[in-house]
């Protein structure tokens, strides 16, 4: 059985990010988003125009910074390799609980539809937060976005959401 991580996030933290499950290099490693393909740590620090810390522990503290959060919807599941595709035996997060003790997240941001799909199977919409379903930052192309230009363009919706937040 895979074993997912502890949420990244502090009371400041207004967007949470999900993703579906570590793939296998991250949980070697420990670390969300932790295959160096994968395009996320790059996709974050280009929002914000800044290179891109070498350290994960920078990366965690530049994103809690920025008032975003990092979790997994599913907790635990079995899996053959790294594919969404292949998960089998999922059991989500307690997100209500994390709910209650951050309230302040009022974005959650699907990183690939496989997240988006658990989520609204096991848990579902019943809130005021905004839900959206961004690209995933799998260095797997999909049918509709080919590229880390093509993903970039899509999670500006980040800035637009901090923003905002900030405005209220």
Not at 118 to 138: E, M, V
């Amino acid at each position: 059985m895979l074993q997912s991580f502890p949420p990244v996030i502090n009371k400041s933290c207004t967007i949470l990010i999900l993703g579906s499950m570590p793939g296998a290099v991250s949980l070697r490693k420990h670390e969300y988003y932790g295959n160096p393909r994968n395009h996320f740590w790059p996709i974050m620090y280009e929002l914000f125009h800044k290179p891109i810390a070498e350290s994960y522990e920078q990366r965690l503290a530049f994103l809690l910074n920025k008032r975003i959060a990092l979790w997994d919807v599913i907790q635990n599941c079995e899996r053959e390799g790294s594919l969404d595709s292949a998960i089998k035996y999922e059991k989500i997060n307690d997100f209500d609980s994390l709910y209650e003790q951050y309230p302040a997240i009022k974005a959650v941001l699907f990183n690939g539809t496989k997240a988006y799909q658990s989520y609204k199977k096991y848990r579902g919409f019943s809130d005021d937060r905004l839900y959206l379903t961004l690209p995933s930052t799998s260095p797997t192309p999909s049918r509709y976005i080919k590229n880390m230009g093509d993903k970039l363009g899509k999670w500006q919706i980040v800035l637009e959401l901090l923003s905002e937040r900030k405005d209220e």
